[in-house]
């Protein structure tokens, strides 16, 4: 069974920019979910998508928000980017949302 | 408030010896609990888990998890430690669908 899959895996933008990051789940899987790592906050849970409606939300500002489409696949974006936002940013399918499953990740370096 | 907290920042085993890692939970009921493996440049993979039952759960790759719910605990165990385990590991819990995570364990393993 393929796994997570997410892309781009590298990104570079600038300050003021938005960017798009996809995530495509495990088959099968409904829920997805966005997690933010960086060196200093460490693993931060973003938001959980499940059948298109968003589930569980994290603490984060407005800019970052996200959307799962009738095939399970995830988008999530980020306006007004700060040079704070330089991170991994991980994306995860679980079939309940309690047992998930993490993709490789998306590498977006803000300059 | 939910929390996980692994104590050791960084560990050194030696190649063959045996392994623990420390994790403590806060929690206001019992949790379900994960620990998840971390290469370098990589998403993160899931080890094992632990939801309810038989406080020792076996998981992948050889490691093995004891859940003491009296010391609010979930240490993780291997008995012989290969070079390929050197990598940061991650312990975590569910708040909702939601995964906290502690701040990770850096291992390296010498020859």
């Known amino acids: 069974k393929a796994g997570v899959t997410q892309t781009p895996r590298y990104l570079i933008k600038t300050r003021g920019q938005q960017v798009t990051l996809s995530c495509s789940p495990i088959s099968g899987h409904r829920s997805v979910s966005w997690y933010q790592q960086t060196p200093g906050q460490g693993l931060q849970f973003l938001f959980e998508?499940?059948?298109?409606?968003?589930?569980n939300k994290g603490n984060f500002p407005g800019r970052f928000s996200g959307r799962q489409f009738s095939n399970s696949r995830s988008e999530m974006n980020v306006s007004t980017l700060e040079l704070g936002d330089s991170a991994l940013y991980l994306c995860a399918s679980s079939k309940t949302g309690y047992e998930q499953y993490f993709g490789p990740g998306t590498r977006l370096t803000v300059t | 408030a939910q929390s996980v907290t692994q104590p050791d920042i960084h560990i050194t085993v030696s190649e063959g010896a045996s392994l623990e890692l420390r994790c403590n939970y806060s929690y206001g009921a019992t949790p379900y609990l994960f620990w998840y493996v971390q290469s370098p440049g990589q998403g993160l993979q899931l080890l094992l888990k632990?939801?309810?039952?038989?406080?020792l759960v076996q998981g992948i790759k050889g490691f093995e998890a004891e859940f003491k719910r009296s010391q609010s605990s979930f240490n993780l165990r291997k008995p012989s430690v290969h070079w390929s385990d050197a990598a940061e590991y991650f312990c975590a819990l569910t708040a909702g669908t939601a995964l906290i995570f502690g701040k990770g364990t850096t291992l390296s393993v010498s020859s």
């Open positions: 632990y939801f309810s039952g038989d406080t």
């Open positions: 998508y499940f059948s298109e409606t968003q589930r």
